[in-house]
Structures are given as C-alpha cells and as structure tokens.
C-alpha cells in the first residue's frame, strides 16, 4: 500500500543533542512538509519542499534543518538551538503545485519527540 | 491574510448529528478540506468541497459551503464514539504555493 512512514514513533533527546525524524513516500509525490502541533494548537509548518534539491522555510523554520536528495525523502533534523522542541511533529505530502488545484496532503502518524 | 477559525471543542451524545463549523478570510480559496485526527495519529483527509459548490455528501458526512459568509461547517449524521477524534477544517488558496491552511481543530467528544 502506498503511504507516508514516519520513524521513530517516538523519539527523546537531551540538552545540546541533535536529532533527526525519518519521513519516507512511496506515493510518488513531488512535495513533502514538516509540520509542528502543540496541543490545543493548529499545525505550523516548519518546512516544505516542492522538488527534489530544492526547499523552503515555512512560519517556524527557526531552530531545524531539512534536505531533500531523494524525491521519496525529507528528514527533519531537530538541532540544539530549538530551545522547545517537545512537539508532535506530523511529515506530509501532496502532488506539486501545477499539477492539478485539487491537492489533499496525505500525512504520516507522526513522531511525538521529547527533552531528557 | 489567511485565518481559519474553528471552535474548540464538542461534545454530543451517541446517535445525534454533530456539526462542526469553521470560517475563513481568503475568499480565493479553491478547495476546501475537512481532516480527522485520532489520538496519536497523523490527519486523514475526511472529504473536500470545491469552492464552485455549496454542499457535498458522503454517506455520513455532509458539507456545506457558504461563501457569502465564508462558512464551511461538517455534519456527521448518527454520531458514534468511533468519531471522537480532533477534526481540522483547512483552506487551499488559489496561486502561489497551494500550502493549505489548517484550523487549530474541533475536539469532538461522543458520550453515551
């Protein structure tokens, strides 16, 4: 079956520690995006990618890094100058802008990470 | 700019429709999305509307579409607990990158 997979489902991390979430698509999707959620808060995106090589910062890009070599990957790596980084953190992908306006994300279960 | 409202929270009793609404401000909205989000899961697309049209349903599910107001809401008819979850309402703009914009969710709690 095609979908989004997200590894680890739950991840810990101490003080100064980068870590880095898995975000595989077998769906052949062209973009990919890393969301936030905190509870009781909408999702906010963090960054986006729309083509291989390529991405872009979204509301809250501050304190994480992203790359995109492979169409079917978009790791998330949460670094140590992310001073809050306890979040429910959800992957998701869409086919591309251009491609056809009706474009529903399809999302990963998500990752829950968490400070030692 | 872009804002989507939805309230909080609901809560409704097993077997009576629930009916979650949301507003929006982009009146260039094309697609428009209702997710469901259980608990410790990621969101699962529920149903869409198109802008061009004022209602949709789907088996239980039926959407309305007010542009006028910019007021999208979700009917679930014979509610049941297996619909407890946290529903998102969220709107596509027209250009640029087609990044949706989601609301900050509906609880919706059934109770006996």
């Known amino acids: 079956d095609g979908g989004i997979t997200q590894s680890p489902k739950y991840l810990f991390r101490k003080e100064g520690q980068n870590v880095t979430l898995s975000c595989e698509q077998n769906?052949?999707?062209?973009?990919m995006y890393w969301y936030r959620q905190d509870p009781g808060q909408g999702l906010r995106l963090i960054y986006y990618?729309?083509?291989?090589?390529?991405?872009q910062k979204g509301d809250i890009a501050e304190g994480y890094s992203v790359s995109r070599e492979k169409k079917e990957s978009f790791p998330l790596t949460v670094t140590s100058a992310q001073k809050n980084p306890t979040a429910f953190y959800l992957c998701?992908?869409?086919?591309?802008?251009?491609?056809?306006?009706?474009?529903?994300?399809?999302f990963g279960d998500g990752t829950r990470l968490s400070i030692l | 700019g872009e804002d989507v409202e939805q309230s909080l929270f609901l809560s409704v009793r097993e077997g009576d429709s629930s009916v979650i609404n949301c507003t929006y401000t982009d009146s260039s909205s094309t697609y428009l999305y209702w997710y469901k989000q259980e608990p410790g899961a990621g969101l699962q697309l529920l149903t869409y509307?198109?802008?061009?049209?004022d209602m949709k349903q789907d088996q239980r599910l039926t959407v309305l579409l007010n542009k006028k107001d910019k007021h999208l809401s979700l009917r679930i008819a014979d509610t049941q607990t297996g619909d407890s979850a946290i529903y998102f309402c969220?709107?596509?703009?027209?250009?640029?990158?087609?990044?949706?914009?989601f609301g900050r969710g509906t609880s919706l709690i059934v109770h006996p």
């Open positions: 998701a992908s869409s086919i591309a802008p251009g491609q056809g306006y009706n474009q529903p994300q399809h």
């Open positions: 769906l052949n999707h062209d973009a």
């Open positions: 990618s729309q083509i291989v090589n390529d991405f």
């Open positions: 969220a709107e596509t703009p027209p250009g640029g990158s087609y990044i949706p914009t």
């Open positions: 509307i198109f802008s061009n049209m």
